[in-house]
């Protein structure tokens, strides 16, 4: 055998122990699972078992913009999608939701006021989308996030709102541009749109980050009511 038959060979064997180890690691976390939510069972037989899940489903287009999400995110599953309209008619970004379904088991079954209570609840985990619709500076990007984001959050904690501005590089937003929230208790996981990866804990910002998209007063009423919609089918 030639050293690149062989070499190809050990490449194989150790593919193949990863993947093994893999499906091992999946099934132990589906019979956790199981043990604790009887209707897990049934959610789990529409799990993929091979190929690569970021690729299950088709995705959703946000009709308003003509954006595309996929279906999962960071984990996550899309429950719900919208556009945040500025000055009447300047649809400036696509806006989407991503919630873990098991999380979400009890809540789906609730009453609508069940859902948003979970929805203002930064302990429910998700990744909140952002892709923008047109260019925007970044100076207006963080005034317009800070601004409906201070009076909610009533004195607490604003010192918050500075260490989110930096978590965003002076570079300006243009059409396609990709921003990811990840709120997980009182910490945010963020992504800013050039791939640069940050983090802030504080309990009162994640209070005031989910009432800003799912509130009485959301920034995208359109993704609200998606949302709201989409939960129920998980």
């Known amino acids: 055998m030639s050293a690149m038959s062989s070499s190809s060979a050990a490449t194989s064997r150790q593919g193949t122990k990863i993947t093994a180890g ?6 132990a976390g589906l019979s956790l699972a199981m043990q604790h ?4 069972a049934s959610m789990a037989a529409r799990l993929p078992t091979s190929g690569d899940i970021l690729s299950v489903g088709m995705p959703a287009t946000e009709p308003a913009t003509g954006i595309k999400f996929p279906q999962l995110c960071n984990g996550y599953q899309l429950v719900g999608q ?6 009447v008619f300047v649809k400036v970004y696509a806006v989407g939701t991503y919630m873990d379904p098991i999380a979400m088991m009890a809540v789906k079954k609730g009453s609508d006021a069940d859902i948003e209570k979970a929805l203002l609840d930064p302990t429910y985990p998700r990744t909140i989308r952002i892709v923008m619709n047109r260019g925007l500076s970044i100076e207006k990007y963080t005034a317009g996030i800070v601004e409906a984001l201070e009076p909610r959050m009533e004195g607490q904690e604003l010192e918050t709102l500075e260490e989110f501005k930096k978590l965003n590089p002076p570079v300006d ?8 929230m990840t709120i997980r208790g009182d910490t945010l996981l963020y992504k800013n749109a050039v791939g640069g990866v940050g983090s802030l804990k504080s309990k009162r910002f994640m209070e ?22 989409g939960i129920r089918k998980l």
């Open 208 to 229: 005031a980050l989910c009432d800003v998209y799912y509130g009485s007063d959301p920034a995208s009423p359109t993704q609200k009511e998606s949302v709201m919609k």
């Open 37 to 40: 939510e009887p209707n897990f």
């Open 82 to 87: 919208g556009v945040r309209i500025k000055y």
């Open 173 to 180: 937003l243009v059409e396609g541009a990709e921003i990811e």
């Open 22 to 27: 893999l499906v091992l690691a999946g099934a």
